[in-house]
Antibody
Framework: EVQLVESGGGLVQPGGSLRLSCAAS????????MSWVRQAPGKGLEWVAN????????YYVDSVKGRFTISRDNAKNSLYLQMNSLRAEDTAVYYC?????????WGQGTLVTVSS | QSALTQPRSVSGSPGQSVTISCTGT?????????VSWYQQHPGKAPKLMIYDVSKRPSGVPDRFSGSKSGNTASLTISGLQAEDEADYYCCSYAGLGVFGGGTKLTVL
């Protein structure tokens, strides 16, 4: 059974940093593109970033470019999102998802709240 | 990376059919056959219902179908059931991913 489990969310002040993790199991992690998708409270889904199987290609939504970094460790079956210079508008549930052209498997999400 | 356009809400009675539209541009929906649809119940993670415009993942009822014409994709749900009440999001992949704003489906 495919499982994606996010962790690392929490309350952080504006300008602060946070690192999200996603532990994958039940499939060959190194064979799939992986993505982060977020959802602000009461709002819709927003694609954030994705990363190729070997980490050689990474893409970001414009609003996080230069502040967020997606990475992966295939030996640990883990996906990461390093978030710096956080803003109030980054407050959201962050989902880890398998795939890039569509997302068949999602984690349960981790809540990031940016507030003073 | 502008969001795709979806109606904010649609409704239908049990047994009826409803269609949710998703309008983009020739740079996303119209240019690639990588449109997917997601169902999301309150407090839950999204669930993939349709991928590659019209393909259904294993386990998704055939009451759900997808199509595309030009820059507009559509999700049709036939034989509406109470459990179909949820938010629905379209998504297009064109090198980068972009979602629609979401549509709330109410089953009357």
């Amino acid at each position: 059974e495919v499982q994606l489990v996010e962790s690392g969310g929490g309350l952080v002040q504006p300008g602060g940093s946070l690192r999200l993790s996603c532990a994958a199991s039940g499939f060959t992690f190194s064979s799939y593109w992986m993505s982060w998708v977020r959802q602000a409270p009461g709002k819709g889904l927003e694609w954030v970033a994705n990363i190729k199987q070997d980490g050689s290609e990474k893409y970001y939504v414009d609003s996080v470019k230069g502040r967020f970094t997606i990475s992966r460790d295939n030996a640990k079956n883990s996906l990461y999102l390093q978030m710096n210079s956080l803003r109030a508008e980054d407050t959201a549930v962050y989902y880890c998802a398998r795939g890039v052209k569509s997302f068949q498997h999602w984690g349960q999400g981790t809540l990031v709240t940016v507030s003073s | 990376q502008s969001a795709l356009t979806q109606p904010r809400s649609v409704s239908g009675s049990p047994g009826q059919s409803v269609t949710i539209s998703c309008t983009g541009t020739s740079s996303d929906v119209g240019g690639y056959n990588y449109v997917s649809w997601y169902q999301q119940h309150p407090g839950k993670a999204p669930k993939l219902m349709i991928y590659d415009v019209s393909k259904r993942p294993s386990g998704v009822p055939d009451r759900f179908s997808g199509s595309k014409s030009g820059n507009t994709a559509s999700l049709t749900i036939s034989g509406l059931q109470a459990e179909d009440e949820a938010d629905y999001y379209c998504c297009s992949y064109a090198g980068l991913g972009v979602f629609g704003g979401g549509t709330k489906l109410t089953v009357l």
